[in-house]
């Protein structure tokens, strides 16, 4: 654990509860996510990591009755706090969600609409498109399509365009909530390298049903189980030697 | 005979009997448009086409040589009313629908979404009814008018019959926007306003087209309110507070008391051929627009 604790901290999670009206989804969770790294959230189905996730860019102010207790903070800002813009919170922490939704405009507008909303310089509009659709690996595919439908692209091209639609807006941390759930083995593995390369400018949280992938793109790794934390320590720990008998059995495809 | 047999019957007997209906619907159709066409045919062979159009009065009487038929008159009546149905009912419909569908709550929703369904069930002679007597005398003592019975009236009762279809048809349309188009908007850090205008809006847009037209179709067809609530005058309408005769209404009015096969029974063929064309056109540029957007989608 020492490890994590030298590296500068970009969220801290402390005590964390969450109550969808009366089930509790998340028990009193303790979490520090290092920034400019990658950390993923492992556990299986209903575990409460998609749960988690999302809480940390408040994405649950949507769904009614949802209680939350404890405190996040995201750098200095205490996320549940009244005076917390929760605008500017998520322009922080971009998400990038299971299934790609881009939006049905054209894959400029894709990411021309974030910059737009979030009152990006207009003259400085192209050049932030052209740039977030290199970092993504996606501008020599499409760049002579760019007045396209987004739609018309396939799976991966989709989820790589949403991936650079939320870079553009420059976030600090980018939450990945299954994101290749619904793709080929190539296009995962062309994600799991974007991966790779946007730990270096961004702290990344993900969410993963494939142990492998955690495996290959993260550096610490965190265990839920019916909404608690079990065990968080470096991915290699986890996947090797881990403390809990409860993270072996499910590492060890024991159930899940 | 055996079971098999009578099964190949039984299988033929429901077929023919399906083929059956399906060729009287499409007969009964067809056959309304080729009477249609037939007697406006005939009407132009005794008007000419241009007079028609240009003639800016519409005055039938007995003897063809007095009488004049100008479609004019009434095919401005009958779009000024439907334009202002619309521009009152648009605006109010698809806002109703926005707040149902993104800010009203679950409870509201409820009974919100029947009522409105349930103003459509309302009969459009009740809809009249309720022109002439508290609609119009409103418009007289605010706009300070003899007679309320005009224009603006028919406008207003009119975009009261189009809005539920407007509105549950826009509600759905916008109700059917995925939620992940949202959260993607959301996640970005867009206000709920912005997401609203700038993504769930498009994205619903072939389906509130759709809710547009169909309430104008059902404007323009509207027979029985125009025709108690406007005071059906032959003036050349110059406004919304004229009295003002749609095509509808004045078919509905002269059908009754015309002599059959005369020149005046072919002219209200003749307008209702040009209502006909006015309805088709509205459908098909709906569509065009509907697929032009769902290009994107």
């Known amino acids: ?256 | 005979m055996n079971r098999t047999q009578f099964r190949i019957q039984s299988d033929n007997g429901f077929r023919f009997l399906f083929q059956a209906s399906g060729v009287l619907c499409i007969a009964v159709l067809l056959g309304i448009f080729v009477m249609l066409c037939y007697n406006t045919i005939t009407f132009f062979t005794q008007i000419s086409p241009w007079d028609f159009i240009s003639d800016s009065q519409w005055n039938p009487s007995s003897s063809i040589k007095t009488s004049v038929y100008g479609l004019l008159p009434l095919l401005v009546s009958t779009l000024l009313v439907t334009m202002g149905a619309m521009l009152l009912a648009v605006p109010l419909g698809v806002g109703t629908a926005l707040f149902i569908s993104e800010y009203a709550g679950e409870s509201v929703k409820r009974i919100l979404k029947p009522t409105v369904e349930m103003l459509a069930a309302i009969p459009s002679v009740v809809i009249g009814f309720l022109g002439i007597v508290v609609i119009s005398p409103a418009i007289s003592n605010v706009f300070g008018l003899p007679n309320g019975l005009n224009a603006l009236n028919g406008a207003i009762l009119l975009a009261i019959m189009a809005l539920p279809t407007i509105i549950t048809v826009s509600e759905d349309a916008i109700h059917a926007v995925p939620y992940s188009l949202k959260e993607a908007s959301l996640g970005l850090g867009a206000s709920q306003w912005q997401t609203l205008r700038l993504v769930m809006l498009p994205a619903a847009y072939p389906g509130i087209i759709a809710a547009v037209m169909l309430g104008m179709g059902r404007a323009i067809g509207e027979t029985m309110t125009v025709l108690m609530a406007t005071g059906n005058s032959l003036a050349f309408p110059k406004g919304f507070f004229d009295s003002i005769r749609t095509i509808t209404a004045t078919i509905a009015i002269e059908m009754g008391e015309v002599p059959y096969q005369t020149t005046h029974y072919y002219a209200l063929f003749a307008i209702a051929f040009v209502l006909f064309l006015i309805t088709m056109l509205v459908n098909i540029l709906a569509e065009r627009v509907a697929n032009n957007i769902r290009k994107f989608q």
């Open chain 1, 1 to 256: 654990m020492e490890t994590l604790i030298t590296t500068k901290t970009a969220i801290q999670i402390s005590d964390l509860n969450l109550f969808f009206d009366t089930k509790q989804a998340l028990k009193n969770i303790n979490l520090e996510i290092p920034e400019k790294k990658v950390t993923a959230l492992i556990g299986p189905s209903g575990c409460g990591k998609s749960t988690l996730l999302r809480t940390l860019n408040r994405m649950h102010d949507l769904t009614p009755d949802v209680r939350i207790t404890g405190k996040v903070m995201v750098g200095t800002t205490d996320i549940f706090d009244h005076h917390t813009n929760v605008h500017l919170l998520r322009k922080k922490v971009g998400m990038v969600f299971q299934k790609p939704n881009p939006f049905p405009k054209s894959i400029y507008e894709n990411i021309e609409y974030g910059l737009k909303i979030n009152g990006f310089p207009k003259h400085k509009i192209k050049d932030i498109v052209e740039e977030s659709l290199r970092k993504s690996y996606l501008f020599d595919e499409v760049k002579d399509k760019l007045n396209e439908p987004a739609n018309r692209l396939s799976g991966g091209q989709q989820q790589r365009l949403c991936i650079a639609r939320t870079i553009a807006i420059n976030p600090e941390i980018i939450l990945m909530d299954e994101p290749c759930s619904a793709l080929d083995p190539i296009s995962t593995a062309k994600i799991e390298e974007l991966i790779l390369e946007l730990k270096k400018d961004y702290t990344v949280v993900i969410v993963t049903h494939n142990m492998q992938q955690a495996l290959r793109v993260s550096e610490n790794t965190a265990f839920m189980y019916l909404g608690e934390l079990i065990e968080y320590d470096e991915t290699s720990v986890i996947f090797q030697n881990p403390a809990q008998e409860l993270t072996k059995n499910y590492i060890g495809g024991h159930f899940g």
